[in-house]
């Protein structure tokens, strides 16, 4: 299995991807960093490339996937906890925030 961060490393030092971080809040005395993973313009290029030779059926796939691409790590975990709460079994967080407690998606 491909690690992600390792995968998103690799891009980073081929100039395919970049990443920024933003401190969002504090919690806990911790940080909250958001961290943004973009393509750059190269990235972009090769990405199209990739996706112009999929099959037609996985590119409809995707394309109805992007909006959970845009959404932030905070809104997609409300949005996954509201619609599947038993994944909050599977969080490895001790105690999740809150603010994430959240039983329906508008």
């Known amino acids: 299995m491909i690690d992600v961060m390792e995968a998103i490393s690799t891009l980073v030092t ?22 943004t993973f973009r393509l750059t ?4 290029v090769i ?14 796939k995707l394309r109805k996937l992007r909006k959970y691409n845009e959404m932030s790590l905070e809104d997609l975990t409300i949005y996954v906890y509201a ?13 999740i925030p809150a603010h994430l407690e959240v039983m329906e998606v508008k």
Request: with cysteine.
């Open 83 to 95: 619609m599947y709460p038993e994944y909050k079994n599977y969080a490895k967080l001790d105690d």
């Open 41 to 44: 313009p190269k990235g972009e």
């Open 14 to 35: 081929l100039g395919m991807a970049d990443v920024k971080e933003k401190v969002k809040a504090l919690w806990h005395d911790c940080e909250v960093v958001e961290i």
């Open 47 to 60: 990405a199209k490339r990739i996706f112009e030779q999929l099959p037609p059926d996985v590119r409809g």
